[in-house]
T-cell receptor, first 114, second 114 residues
Framework: SQQGEEDPQALSIQEGENATMNCSYK?????LQWYRQNSGRGLVHLIL?????REKHSGRLRVTLDTSKKSSSLLITASRAADTASYFC??????????????FGSGTRLQVQP | ETGVTQSPTHLIKTRGQQVTLRCSSQ?????VSWYQQALGQGPQFIFQ???????GRGNFPPRFSGLQFPNYSSELNVNALELDDSALYLC?????????????FGPGTRLTVL
């Protein structure tokens, strides 16, 4: 079963606009990660935010985490056509820390129009 | 590129057959995790290998089995293939003893069961 759910499922924007994706999860976590996937290929790690952090930046990416609401958001600023991909949030529930298996949401498919 | 390689890239099998997928982990990593990703879904954890032993398993039947070798490469074996086994199979390597949980994914093997 999926631990998290991304919202929206699909997002289409123009180049230069900002893209915001949201993720909700169900159980207490140690950290939350965002991954990107191009055209059904391998996933690329984007950013990790720990449960004691509220916001983190990496280049054009900004991630927030609200553990009280069990939710996270990923903001991509000044989007480019090359940002077109699927974006997944992934967590490791605290109860699963021993095996460190990532539990993924269902993803947001982002389309950036040139 | 993450340094994680998988073979083959694509594979077509018929129902009831057996398949072996291979993964070479990134240099220095001692843990390999396998995930199944159905079309339009997020990856689902199959199992993880650490120091050649299974270290956790998701909700997959015993006909999904694996191996990890002394060089930390890994195999995923699936017996008695079913149509629903058609998916992208991803392996991810990581260094278990490091505090972070970032996993590095290979490009995947696309399995089609007819």
């Amino acid at each position: 079963s999926q631990q998290g759910e991304e919202d929206p499922q699909a997002l289409s924007i123009q180049e230069g606009e900002n893209a915001t994706m949201n993720c909700s999860y169900k159980t207490s976590i140690n950290n939350l990660q965002w991954y990107r996937q191009n055209s059904g290929r391998g996933l690329v790690h984007l950013i990790l935010i720990r449960s004691n952090e509220r916001e983190k930046h990496s280049g054009r990416l900004r991630v927030t985490l609200d553990t009280s609401k069990k939710s996270s958001s990923l903001l991509i600023t000044a989007s480019r056509a090359a940002d077109t991909a699927s974006y997944f949030c992934a967590t490791i529930p605290v109860m699963d820390m021993g095996r460190r298996a990532l539990t993924f949401g269902s993803g947001t498919r982002l389309q950036v129009q040139p | 590129e993450t340094g994680v390689t998988q073979s083959p890239t694509h594979l077509i099998k018929t129902r009831g057959q057996q398949v072996t997928l291979r993964c070479s982990s990134q240099s220095g990593h001692n843990t390999v995790s396998w995930y199944q990703q159905a079309l339009g879904q997020g990856p689902q954890f199959i199992f993880q290998y650490y120091r050649e032993e299974e270290n956790g398993r998701g909700n997959f039947p015993p006909r999904f089995s694996g191996l990890q070798f002394p060089n930390y490469s890994s195999e995923l074996n699936v017996n008695a293939l079913e149509l629903d086994d058609s998916a992208l199979y991803l392996c991810a390597s990581s260094f278990r003893d490091r505090a972070g949980n970032e996993q590095f994914f290979g490009p995947g093997t696309r399995l089609t069961v007819l």
